[in-house]
């Protein structure tokens, strides 16, 4: 068990997008329910401008160490100071906050690989801002899997709202990709990664993984497509083999009603719509997006900057809320293990 | 208006499927809640004996006029007889019943438009059945455009539940032959064909619609995809140039949430998961198949034979009821404004 309460690290974002908003919301719901303790890595000052131009009146409080956060979250919104050079702008994407953006989802990593934070949850960034300043990642997930010194296939990113959770295989590829990125041992190892996911850190002793086809109706037969039987029912024998339970492929659109939820822990999605359609659907504001196979605990809201409402008082801190929570739920299921 | 009520002409679909089951309990149902008469073209000898495995006790009457059924409906289940030659048992497939189960479409495509009944609800068929008997259609929806002499990209498959509506405009084939499927000009089609569907049927004079990309966020500006930059906004402003009320490409898995879907009153998906998965996700058992874009109505259950449970008395006769109701509903539209 955890001795000593660690705070969650939570990112800055994109200054400029919802992230301060969110973060600052989140922070001030702790009065009405339960947001576990988490340290900003981020600007004081950009938190502070964003409280005024919402109207809220929640003090910042920088501080020098993530676990005087504990102390500190009663009272005030923790910050462990990472500079933005320039004045930032709600709305307005500015490349140059990039080295602060890297720099904050940097030290999440490495102050919870330390053990100074109990896991990393990130608010969300501007890809295209990023790639303006020289950032190669596709995305969070693969720079995160970079820093952990892990390759990209490594991150399984998992979906998650209450008993929901999908596993796309492929994820940010342009759908004529999926063909060539999609595999076998692809597939056995998302199988995997997600297996020991839900055991460690959701206390599941033996998922149920439900793996869908890749085609309509899963091919029928081998009718509408023969990646099915080519690739996906061998992946799943593979994976069975290992002693997990496993079955598929079943087709996508009658795997995620009320009745089918009920027979599976994890839908495995070939694809990024055929998962993400399913679960925005079902749970649109309260998803959590979710990295396994990592050392390290992440979770994230599943949703993006939404630069059209920085600022606004319209961003909803549901997910980043339900991010939060599950990133300490977590961490309590792994202590209570090892 | 329709001064001479006509019954709906409902096909047999494969006799050794749910078809039977569920028309008996459709029928059944008639004493409980609004279901409007139909006359089932088909074996009623089929029909008799699957009532009685399945324990019910309705009478079969063959009539040789479909009009007869309006007043047979009352008392007992109206059937305009095409024989099965071989005996039919429930659940095990046989290509012997092809030339009944295509005969009974035809018939009913003939009986609606020469007015005898008001629109064409189907039974689910069998494709593997009707192939090895020497079929050569893709399926029910092809089949039907034959018999109406129109192109197959004239009849538009509709899903609809409801307030819920989804057009896919590529159907049945491997998802990696859906690039070559798409394009440009069969979007604008099938957008024109849904725009008029809903207008003369579902009394929507000016209908919203919203399309979705194909590729996940929609392609993100052009970094996970072109089609929607070459292809999918070029449709829709050929579209919105004749006047239609027409928006996007929106990214598919933020485009079913309830809040999305009060914006619209059909969605158009790129491909048979993409608008497959949140309908049934949403709408399990109550979906209807509409056939959109031929001379005459036709709905059908948005479910398959179901063979393993033909005869057991555990198949679900909702879909075909709404299905049933829909296709009177829309006779009546289309009644009012002629």
């Not at 100071?81 to 890297?102: H, N, T, W, Y």
Request: charged fraction near 20%; glycine fraction near 10%.
């Amino acid at each position: 068990m955890d001795l000593v309460p660690r705070p969650l690290a939570l990112t800055l974002g994109d200054p400029a997008g919802i992230g301060p908003d969110i973060t600052l919301l989140a922070f001030q719901a702790r009065l009405g329910e339960t947001v576990p303790a988490f340290v900003l890595l981020g600007d004081p000052e950009v938190l502070a401008e964003r409280s005024r131009l919402l109207g809220l009146s929640l003090k910042i409080e920088p501080v020098g160490d993530a676990r005087e956060a504990i102390a500190a979250f009663g009272r005030a919104l923790p910050v462990l100071p990472i500079a933005v050079p320039e004045r930032v702008v709600a709305g307005q994407a500015d490349s140059r906050a990039a080295p602060a953006v890297l720099g904050s989802i940097e030290q999440a990593v490495a102050l919870t690989q330390s053990g100074a934070t109990a896991a990393v949850v990130t608010n969300p960034i501007s890809k295209a801002s990023l790639y303006r300043a020289g950032f190669t990642f596709p995305g969070h997930t693969e720079f995160l899997a970079h820093l952990a010194g892990r390759e990209p296939s490594d991150a399984v990113m998992m979906l998650a709202a209450g008993p929901l959770k999908v596993v796309p295989v492929t994820i940010h590829l342009p759908l004529k990709d999926v063909f060539g990125a999609l595999s076998g041992a692809l597939i056995v190892k998302t199988i995997c990664i997600t297996a020991q996911g839900l055991r460690r850190y959701f206390g599941i002793e033996r998922p149920r993984i439900a793996v869908s086809g890749l085609n309509p109706h899963a091919g029928e037969g081998g009718s509408m497509g023969s990646e099915e039987i080519e690739m996906i029912a061998p992946a799943i024998a593979a994976a069975k083999a290992q002693g997990l339970d496993v079955t598929g492929p079943y087709p996508a659109d009658t795997l995620f009603h009320a009745e089918a939820r009920k027979t599976y822990d994890v839908a495995i999605a070939m694809y990024h719509d055929q998962g993400l359609i399913p679960f925005k659907t079902l749970a649109f504001n309260e998803g959590v997006n979710v990295t396994l196979g990592l050392p390290f605990i992440r979770t994230s809201p599943d949703h993006g900057t939404a630069f059209d409402i920085a600022g606004t008082g319209r961003a909803n801190p549901r997910s980043l809320i339900e991010a939060l929570r599950l990133a300490e739920k977590m961490h309590r299921n792994a202590e209570a293990q090892s």
